[in-house]
């Protein structure tokens, strides 16, 4: 699978790490002084950790895929620090450095990989997930990837521009997944949308602003006070940071709030509007960021259905978005692209005052 971009799928080829609770501790007395349990965290690609000192200090300890190069690891370290000398209220994970004063360390482990690992700041909250949606959780979710998105504007990097299949702009490269499909219902609806994102989206483009995203600002992501469940408390892994087109965030994001009303794009177009009145969508980027809400629930679709067969013991957390990706797409597939694009765009569109 993938033969044509096989060092952009390195990392969704390749195992998440699995080194053993006791060893991590060690290391991490090691390399930081920190003394406490240890307790695995979710994670895909990577092996995520989160250490709890007597006293109830917390942090994450990630061990990186050893197929992810030391280049992107700095990338989204620099990003973090960039943000927090940025926008210093923002919820996001602060670096923490080793005894060494290192933001990453290599470790080679007693099995005898060798991987990149280092610490973050452990954030409160419940993920939004768990929480009962409401207008103003959503629109609260807006406004807050608007400031993220305005405190990476001019940022930069060497590996910035770094190739990854989660990139909802560059879906044409996944074409080849559709055979894989073996239903020929959801084959027939995802090459109706893949031909949609070819025709109307990918040739457009090239003309819009692009800068470094989260990319991953969904409700997994996205932590909130459990008193107050529409006040964001943290935003959370960085880990598939890119320079892209700036309305792939916006689209990548409000996917994600189709499910829990009765009306699909409700949600979606409280989410758009808040962030409209925060950092206004152009009209080129008005036009497809509908097309590429539909492509974001695509390219779930297709990835997550290749990694689930790949890593069966994974299945569960691959496959978490791969429901919702296909009930979206099918409520989609009968509107005319205007139609739903007016209905994401209503709260814009109608004028609506925060």
Not at 9 to 26: D, F, G, M
Not at 33 to 40: F, K, M
Not at 287 to 305: F, N, P, Q, W
Not at 314 to 336: C, F, G, K, T, V
Request: with cysteine; proline share 5%; glycine share 6%.
């Amino acid at each position: 699978m993938l033969k044509e971009h096989p060092g952009e799928a390195a990392a969704l080829n390749t195992a998440a790490p699995a080194v053993s609770l006791a060893e991590i501790r060690s290391r991490v007395t090691d390399l930081y002084g920190i003394e406490g349990t240890v307790r695995l965290l979710a994670g895909e690609r990577d092996q995520n950790c989160c250490i709890e000192q007597a006293d109830g200090t917390r942090y994450v300890f990630k061990i990186s895929n050893p197929s992810e190069s030391a280049s992107i690891v700095d990338f989204q370290i620099a990003a973090l620090n960039h943000i927090a000398g940025a926008a210093a209220d923002l919820p996001i994970p602060r670096v923490v450095r080793t005894r060494a004063g290192q933001t990453r360390e290599n470790v080679t482990w007693c099995d005898g990989s060798n991987t990149i690992v280092r610490m973050l700041s452990y954030l409160d909250g419940v993920q939004i997930k768990e929480t009962v949606r409401t207008p103003e959780q959503r629109r609260a979710m807006g406004a807050c990837l608007a400031r993220l998105n305005l405190s990476l504007e001019g940022f930069s990097h060497p590996a910035a521009s770094h190739d990854l299949l989660w990139n909802v702009s560059a879906a044409h490269r996944l074409t080849e997944q559709l055979d894989s499909l073996t239903d020929p219902a959801r084959r027939a609806l995802a090459g109706e949308f893949m031909t949609r994102f070819k025709q109307h989206v990918l040739p457009v483009l090239p003309m819009l602003r692009a800068q470094v995203i989260h990319n991953d600002f969904h409700l997994y992501n996205v932590l909130v006070a459990p008193e107050d469940q529409n006040r964001l408390t943290g935003i959370i892994d960085f880990g598939d940071l890119l320079h892209a087109p700036l309305v792939g965030e916006v689209a990548t994001a409000a996917a994600f709030h189709m499910a829990g009303s009765e009306d699909p794009f409700e949600g979606p177009a409280q989410f758009v509007g808040a962030y409209h009145r925060t950092l206004a969508l152009t009209e080129p980027e008005q036009e497809i960021v509908t097309d590429l809400m539909a492509t974001r629930h695509l390219i779930t679709a297709l990835i997550s259905e290749w990694r689930a067969v790949r890593y069966p013991h994974n299945r569960e957390y691959i496959l978490r978005h791969n429901p919702a990706a296909w009930e979206a797409l099918s409520q989609m597939a009968d509107l005319p692209r205007e139609s739903a694009r007016d209905r994401l765009l209503s709260e814009i569109r109608n004028g609506r005052k925060s």
